[in-house]
Every structure is written in C-alpha cells, then in structure tokens.
C-alpha cells in the first residue's frame, strides 16, 4: 500500500482499461531511432493517484530502449505559473555545490538525449501540483523506476497542454498526434473538443466516470457539437456490485410517434423507443438487442437517450469507462 492524496483506480479496474485501449507496440528495430515511423502517444489527463499512469507504461515498455539513469531532480514540467514550493526549490538548486551541479545537468543532458529517440510516450495531465508530483514519486519508487521513462508529467490544464504542443509540433500542414487519450477528470465533456482536434484517424478516447450519467452527458456533448468520434462500448467496473457488466448506451427515438397512425391521446406514454435508422449509434455487441427497423422519425424529433445494462455481459472488475473512436473525415479537396 502506498500513501494516497486521491482514491486511485485500483488494479484490477487498471487491467481493464488497458484492455479496452487496444494497445500495441514493437520492439525498436535499426533505423527506428531516426528514420521510423511518428511514436505512438497517449494522453492521460487527470494523472491522480498514477497508479493507471503505471499500467500505462507498463503496456507499452517494449516499445523503447532501455533508458539511462534516471536523474534525481523531478521531472514534472509546468505548463502555467511555477507554484512556490518549486520556486524555491529552483532558489536551493543553485546554492548546492557546482560539482553536484554539472553531474545533474550530465544526468540530464543524457536523460533528454534519450527520451527524444522513445517510440511510445505517456503524456500525463495533472491541475494538482501535489497528485502530479505524489505520481512521479509513485512512480520512480515502483521497480526502481522501471517505467518511469515512458511518461511525460505535466502541471496544468488539458487545453493548455494540448496548445503547447501544437505550437512546439508546428508546420504547414498540421496533423493529429496522438493515438489514444484517456479523461479521467471532472466536466470530461468539456475538454473533448480539445482532445479530439488532435486525435488521429481511427484513435481511441476512454472517458472514466463515477457514474453511467456522466458517460451519457459525453454521449450528448458528442453529438450535439457533431464531434467525430462513434462510441464503441461503455463498461461498468467494480467488483462487488454488479462482477462489471457492458451497458447499452445509444440514441434512439420513440416508437409511437414514428409510426404514421400514432394519436397522442390514445397513447399519452410514448415508452418505447427505436434505434433511428440512419446515425444512430448502438453499444453492447452480441448482447444487445437488436434495433428493430422502422419509418425514419420526423426530422425536428429531439432523440431519446438508452441506457440500461445488458445481462450477461461480465467483464469482471468502480465507475465506469465509455470508449470512443475518431472518425476518418474526409478532406473538401477529395484527398
């Protein structure tokens, strides 16, 4: 066990994120260190604990070299206005012995050589000061450090991270750079505008929330801001209370009110629903219920939500993880 500032998401449910992310990697080979292929990147905003942080870097650790020692300082990086603990921190570094200097910046030197040759990077997100640097100290302590290469901490929010890099990776042609991303954070909706502008073709988005209404305020946001990305599954996690089950989560829209000879006064309810026959989006797999077929419902009908959970369905591993992927939109040149 180790000390907690934020309730961490704990292994079993961990194993099961990773899972759903799809992740793959390949060993370096010559010629990748210069001339291969863009490294695969993923983005964790809301780092907490770090403990999902460490499976993270663990599933992709055959992905790069192995790694020179790494150096003592912290390597979490500021994206706003430093706090003052690390000020004064800066302010006691350079009272310390100029022999003790020079072979920390050598360490460094060294570390940053490396990191810039890495095939697969972790780039975590984090508004707390202290859960940032309590997740890099947990970490370094994990197997000395053993993964602790693979990962990039940040101070600050999402958006200002993801301008940040779009001003240090600026060219003529701009594209998509990461590959997944995981929102693991209060107001999720909000930021997945930002996430998706830099979300390749075809990526991954896991949002991770304590209950299945927060998963369908995403599902919403999504569609109302007509977002690019369909969503794929939604899983409940947590032992204990259900052995984690898969949810059917779609828009659909009523029954009654697409058939041509429904009276609303003969049917005040309008309980049964749909799924649309064009755009809509259903989750669950084989253990859902199919979509019945039906007329196409009047254009300026507002969609209802589904959202029950499909027997059967165990996951096994709390809270609740819906994953989306990036839709290839085609250019307006044909290209």
């Given at each position: ?18 899972s ?10 010559e010629g ?22 460490l ?21 979490v ?7 003052e ?44 000061p202290?859960?940032s ?22 101070v ?17 042609h ?17 930021r ?12 991954i ?19 109302k ?54 755009g ?22 507002e ?12 996951i ?15 250019s307006?040149?044909?290209v």
């Amino acid at each position: 066990m180790t000390p907690r500032h934020v309730t961490p998401i704990y292994a079993k449910d961990a194993n099961v994120i990773v899972s759903l992310l799809d992740l793959h990697v390949a060993q370096p080979g010559e010629g990748d260190l210069t001339n291969g292929p863009a490294p695969l990147q993923i983005l964790e905003s809301g780092t907490g604990h770090g403990a999902l942080t460490l499976h993270l870097s663990r599933a992709i650790q055959a992905a790069n070299t192995l790694p020179p020692p790494l150096p003592t300082a912290s390597q979490v990086k500021y994206l706003e206005q430093l706090p003052e603990e690390h000020e004064n921190a800066e302010e006691d570094l350079e009272q310390e012995d100029q022999e003790q200097r020079q072979q920390q910046e050598q360490e460094q030197e060294q570390w940053d050589t490396w990191r810039a040759t890495r095939r697969a990077i972790i780039h975590t997100v984090e508004v707390s000061p202290i859960f940032s640097r309590h997740a890099e100290k947990l970490v370094r302590g994990f197997r000395r450090g053993i993964y602790a290469g693979n990962i990039d901490f940040y101070v600050g929010r999402v958006e200002n991270w993801i301008s940040d890099q779009i001003k240090k990776n600026s060219s003529q042609h701009y594209q998509p750079f990461l590959t997944h991303a995981i929102l693991d954070m209060p107001s999720a909706h909000l930021r997945i505008p930002h996430v998706a502008s830099v979300l390749k073709p075809n990526g991954i988005l896991a949002v991770f929330m304590p209950s299945v209404t927060q998963i369908t305020e995403c599902a919403m946001y999504i569609r109302k801001h007509g977002i690019p990305l369909e969503l794929d599954k939604v899983v409940e996690l947590g032992t204990g209370i259900s052995g984690g089950r898969t949810w059917d989560v779609r828009f659909a829209v009523k029954k009654s009110k697409a058939d041509p000879g429904w009276d609303s006064a003969n049917d005040p309810s309008g309980s049964e629903v749909m799924a649309e026959e064009s755009g809509s989006e259903s989750v669950g797999g084989d253990g859902g219920e199919p979509a019945q077929a039906g007329p196409v419902a009047n254009p300026k009908e507002e969609p209802v939500l589904v959202c029950r959970p499909l027997a059967g369905q165990l996951i096994g591993a709390g809270g609740f993880v819906g994953i989306w992927r990036k839709l290839h939109i085609p250019s307006s040149s044909g290209v």
